[in-house]
């Protein structure tokens, strides 16, 4: 799978897509969603969603797509494949990066990860759509309680029949294929992955990502920087990174100026510019750089 368009910049969510069948914007087809990466607190969540045909439900059978949690990753690489390779299958993915996911969850209006989630597989269906898929059935592996999802999912697209069911993906090949796409491509988006903050790390063997990974736990403890956290391959959202940075960084305290000001406060310019005085150079933080971040003089 090439995978270089969320490569470019691994901060910002993106979607891709198979070709579209030919079969499949003329033939009535199934589309199953299922996602990797929802527990991790570190790197990408990916959500795939997978069609075809609904003629062809006994052969993607055949094939023995199963709940990609128990399969090998030799298995999954080779289901997929023959998953791809198939001209009368089509498949979408987004690759929701963890920088969004924590700029979402921790935003002012509470975004949680079950609306994420959700609307993660709403913007596949819909895009599935758009690229002329002819859909007659929606199967979903459950987030939240199934029959407000079901309910929910058949709002928006009255007009396909939704079937939304925990353990989906053992259930219904569509959705074990979409859960074996989704796996696959999250392995390779971890193995893949490009730190724009190289300089400060120690290791790349960060296990699975899950908080109860020993591997994981010693990366997270071991890579923390104690001003500016961790970078952008972590889940900030997430308890267990809080903790950390709680238990372990830097703490910032912000002063209510009103408060303080008895009429001899310095202006917060004077400290952006400082005629006449030679600046020594100093190396700027990665965390600075790979943002972009300058200083300024006038605002």
């Given at each position: 799978m090439e995978i270089s368009q969320f490569e470019t910049d691994n901060s910002k969510s993106c979607v891709l897509t198979s070709p579209t069948p030919a079969a499949a914007q003329k033939e009535p087809c199934c589309l199953g969603i299922d996602e990797a990466g929802r527990g991790p607190v570190l790197g990408a969540m990916v959500y795939a969603a997978c069609y075809y045909p609904i003629s062809n439900s006994d052969k993607i059978k055949e094939l023995g797509v199963a709940d990609s949690k128990v399969l090998t990753e030799e298995i999954r690489d080779e289901l997929f494949e023959k998953l791809n390779s198939d001209h009368s299958i089509g498949w979408l993915v987004e690759i929701i990066s963890p920088n969004d996911i924590s700029t979402k969850m921790l935003g002012r209006t509470k975004y949680s990860l079950n609306a994420l989630s959700h609307d993660a597989a709403i913007n596949l269906i819909r895009q599935a759509i758009q690229n002329g898929v002819n859909l007659k059935e929606i199967y979903v592996d459950t987030v939240g309680i199934a029959e407000n999802y079901q309910n929910k999912l058949s709002e928006l697209f009255?007009?396909?029949?939704?079937?939304?069911?925990?353990?989906?993906?053992?259930?219904?090949?569509?959705?074990?294929?979409?859960?074996?796409?989704?796996?696959?491509?999250?392995?390779?988006?971890?193995?893949?992955?490009?730190?724009?903050?190289?300089?400060?790390?120690?290791?790349?063997?960060?296990?699975?990502?899950?908080?109860?990974?020993?591997?994981?736990?010693?990366?997270?403890?071991?890579?923390?920087?104690?001003?500016?956290?961790?970078?952008?391959?972590?889940?900030?959202?997430?308890?267990?990174?809080?903790?950390?940075l709680e238990e372990s960084a830097v703490r910032v305290h912000w002063d209510d100026d009103e408060e303080f000001d008895n009429g001899n406060t310095v202006s917060l310019l004077s400290f952006f510019s400082q005629k006449g005085i030679a600046q020594k150079a100093v190396k700027r933080h990665n965390f600075l750089e790979s943002r972009k971040l300058k200083q300024v003089t006038k605002l």
């Open positions: 009255p007009n396909i029949a939704v079937k939304v069911t925990p353990k989906a993906d053992s259930l219904f090949p569509c959705v074990s294929a979409a859960s074996i796409i989704a796996k696959v491509t999250r392995d390779k988006v971890l193995s893949n992955w490009k730190f724009e903050e190289n300089e400060s790390l120690n290791s790349s063997d960060y296990g699975c990502g899950y908080p109860s990974d020993p591997a994981t736990q010693k990366w997270l403890t071991s890579n923390l920087d104690k001003i500016f956290g961790y970078p952008q391959f972590v889940r900030f959202s997430w308890s267990t990174c809080q903790k950390i």
